[in-house]
């Protein structure tokens, strides 16, 4: 989606708010409605590792990587999986609750032993009783016109935090990236002897 910055005006900064991606951008795109900039791609979280969001999410300032997804409960990639850590925060727009912020990090490997890395996402979903401009977002009558229901879609901010030194740093000055540790700490494990 990297080529849909061409289409923003020179010097534009994508720092969106909580608020404004629950409000701005899910909300719209739960009630197809129209959205501008129309710069975030919907991706499959299970068909693409967080190391490979680069050209097809959205990437915004700071290394962060929006996208929009389906709702599920399985979080698990090809590589790996998303686990949630901490407890979910509410979103408010005003004096109103409009959604839930979840933060989850990526685990390489199969649950519950996968090796945790550096990349963190926060997923952004509407609550049930969310209300913008006076209206339910999600009302009866649009689910009886068979239009998608309110719950489907999440929007997220991936962004991969590196350690500024590291462990293995052999003193020239060279950063490793983050996807660099991952594979040392991956060789650090091969040198643990495990009981037979």
Not at 35 to 54: A, G, S, V
Not at 62 to 81: H, I, L, P, Q
Not at 101 to 114: A, E, F, R, V
Not at 165 to 174: K, N, Y
Request: hydrophobic fraction near 30%; glycine fraction near 10%; proline fraction near 5%.
């Amino acid at each position: 989606m990297g080529e849909g910055a061409a289409d923003l005006p020179p010097g534009f900064r994508f720092f969106p708010s909580d608020e404004e991606l629950v409000v701005h951008f899910l909300h719209r795109k739960t009630a197809l409605l129209p959205f501008h900039p129309d710069i975030i791609p919907t991706l499959d979280l299970h068909r693409c590792d967080p190391w490979n969001f680069h050209g097809k999410a959205f990437q915004g300032g700071n290394r962060c990587w929006y996208f929009f997804t389906s709702r599920s409960e399985d979080k698990a990639s090809a590589s790996g999986y998303w686990n949630q850590v901490g407890t979910d925060e509410v979103v408010t727009s005003g004096n109103k609750d409009v959604g839930v912020k979840t933060t989850l990090k990526y685990y390489i490997g199969q649950s519950p032993n996968g090796i945790r890395t550096n990349w963190l996402m926060h997923e952004y979903r509407l609550l049930d009783a969310a209300v913008h401009g006076g209206s339910s977002i999600c009302s009866s009558t649009r689910r009886k016109r068979g239009q998608p229901e309110f719950n489907k879609w999440v929007i997220c901010r991936v962004q991969e935090y590196c350690s500024q030194a590291s462990a293995h740093d052999d003193g020239g000055g060279t950063e490793l990236s983050c996807l660099d540790e991952v594979f040392l700490s991956l060789d650090d494990l091969d040198e643990v002897s495990l009981p037979n």
